[in-house]
């Protein structure tokens, strides 16, 4: 063969050898295309079958023959802010309307002081023995002696935390010039910890939160008269929540100097108030609570997470109850429950961000 002949084949087999490469990558795009169409494929068609099957699980919720069933399912979204559409699917703006309705209440009671004493400040609740600390009757025990307790609480797919304030002269609502989330609330107090409080307005869903809905009263001050009547949680200079259904003049009679809106009152003179016709879902929750030697009890639960789905108020109700408090109230709950302490946040925010969001009032402690 020739010499020229061989560099003509030599220059071919190159030749083949580039087109065959070009062949296999353009064969291995269109392998892996067709993998990444497949895989996605499966995932939309994945969610469209499970957003179907939702849909259908969610019609059986709401028209099935069980109320309480359509009840709890139809609350747990109406009582958020991203979710809240849902249930218009299913129900007509009557029953929606009709639904939140159930959510009204009325308390009857009147505050009964006498069921709290208030112990002296900085009252020991245990003493060091040979045998170790004596607790309280409440089983305390204030390790470093700070009057501030912190105590995690689980329950049936839900976690969540508890504060103590042992001298609630120590409890106040705060408000500023403008909302800001909760840990800002805190340093621009200089105050230890706290927890969210009240509802506020919340237009479009913008979630700035800086107007206060409802009865609000700050430093012996109306901000908010509210309507003739609201579901308040206040507290006395001595140092008593008081809880209930009260005006604006009702509340300052009473001497209330730092009270917010929201409800229901879970707890009512030692007694637990009957809720069970108050309709409420799986959700993030928020408390304020005092037993009877005057201690505050501020209750946050997380929800809406895989940690904790979230609580209903039956729930909220006996976990107040479980740790001796005379009056409760619950309070704004959802992506606004937040608690602070010692410098950082001690629950899991429900926000879609997972960032506190601004609020215009706070229960905090110094």
Known sequence: MKIEDKESVQLSNEELGKQERKRLKKSKRRTTARAVDRIVGFLVATVIMFGIAGLGVE??????????????FCMTFLETRRFRWIPNIFMSADEVKELQSLQRQKIDTVFDPSLITIKAKDAEVE????????????GDYDEDGDGIILEKVTGNGYIG???KVLDPKRVF??????????AEQCMENNALGGINAGAFL???GGGDGNTPEGLTIINGQVINY??????????????????GEYGAGQAQELGIVSCVSFGPVLVSNGAPVDISWIPSGLNPRTAIGQRSDGCILMLVIDGRQVHSYGATYRDV???????????????????????WYNGAYVNSCSSANGIARPIPDAFLFR
């Not at 019609?59 to 709890?72: R, T």
């Not at 509210?226 to 809880?243: P, Q, S």
């Open 59 to 72: 019609y059986v919720f709401v028209k099935g023959p069980s109320p309480a069933l359509k009840e709890f």
């Open 127 to 138: 003493e060091e023995t040979s045998d170790g600390p004596q607790l309280n009757e409440y």
């Open 161 to 163: 935390y508890m504060i």
């Open 173 to 182: 609502v705060s408000r500023g010039t403008m909302a800001l989330p909760l």
């Open 202 to 204: 919340d237009n479009n």
């Open 226 to 243: 509210g309507y003739d009547v609201n579901m308040i949680a206040g507290l006395t200079e001595d140092g008593l929540l008081i809880v």
């Open 317 to 339: 109700q006996d976990v107040m109850l479980e740790y001796g408090a005379v009056n409760a109230m619950n309070l704004d709950g959802g992506s606004s429950t937040t608690m």
